[in-house]
């Protein structure tokens, strides 16, 4: 008893603030998986991205893959270092550090949404994280897919954040995009995976990673 007092007051907290997602205390595992489940990859140490970005729950979460079945197979779809590609949900939850789902409580259109993520496979990553060019990174991929029913977009942009708790741009984008000839693009539009997982529309489940 004492333990669902301390759940509920938890879940009640949170919804009283729209930064965060909804949380949810049940058992969720692999089987439990939908179409178009967000896929949030927590790393195991901090790095360049999750030292300018906030995860859920303060996870430092850096990736985010799109959940479908292919054929009858779990898999993701996503962008990474070689480009948008699909990936078998059991390499994908192998790698290093915590995946945590997330699932929308709006009216998505599921066919929709994956036809359209489908339809960037092959396409280069964006290591720039630009919007002015034919490369996807991986939020951005679920910003452009993510349809409602009526073929709306259900993500928008918001502005890019590059600075560290206290509004300074961290040296390695600095260095970053001052090797490619640029500055850093702070404020513009853009995504990033921990700002998903803090979407008051996505329900958040803690994923068990073995597969059964």
């Known amino acids: 008893m004492l333990r669902k007092t301390f759940f509920a007051f938890v879940i009640t907290c949170l919804l009283s603030s729209c930064q965060h997602s909804l949380l949810t205390s049940e058992n969720f595992t692999v089987n439990d998986l939908k179409s178009c489940d967000l896929l949030f990859h927590a790393a195991p140490q901090s790095n360049a991205i999750t030292e300018v970005t906030q995860g859920v729950n303060k996870e430092r979460i850096d990736h985010v893959a799109i959940f479908f079945k292919q054929n009858g197979k779990k898999c993701v779809i996503e962008a990474i270092e070689r480009g948008v590609v699909i990936t078998p949900l059991e390499t994908f939850l192998k790698r290093k550090g915590k995946v945590i789902a997330g699932r929308l409580n709006g009216n998505v259109n599921k066919k929709k949404t994956i036809r359209t993520a489908l339809s960037?496979?092959?396409?280069?990553?964006?290591?720039?994280?630009?919007?002015?060019?034919?490369?996807?990174?991986?939020?951005?991929?679920?910003?452009?897919?993510?349809?409602?029913?009526?073929?709306?977009?259900?993500?928008?942009?918001?502005?890019?954040?590059?600075?560290?708790?206290?509004?300074?741009?961290?040296?390695?984008?600095?260095?970053?995009?001052?090797?490619?000839?640029?500055?850093?693009?702070?404020?513009?539009?853009?995504?990033?995976?921990?700002?998903?997982?803090r979407k008051k529309n996505v329900i958040i489940k803690y994923l068990e990673t073995k597969q059964q």
């Open 120 to 197: 960037y496979l092959g396409r280069p990553y964006d290591h720039l994280y630009m919007r002015d060019n034919d490369a996807i990174y991986c939020s951005e991929l679920v910003e452009l897919s993510f349809v409602d029913k009526q073929g709306k977009r259900i993500f928008q942009p918001i502005p890019m954040s590059f600075h560290d708790e206290n509004g300074e741009i961290i040296s390695y984008w600095k260095e970053f995009y001052s090797a490619h000839g640029m500055q850093v693009p702070e404020g513009e539009p853009g995504s990033n995976p921990g700002d998903l997982s």
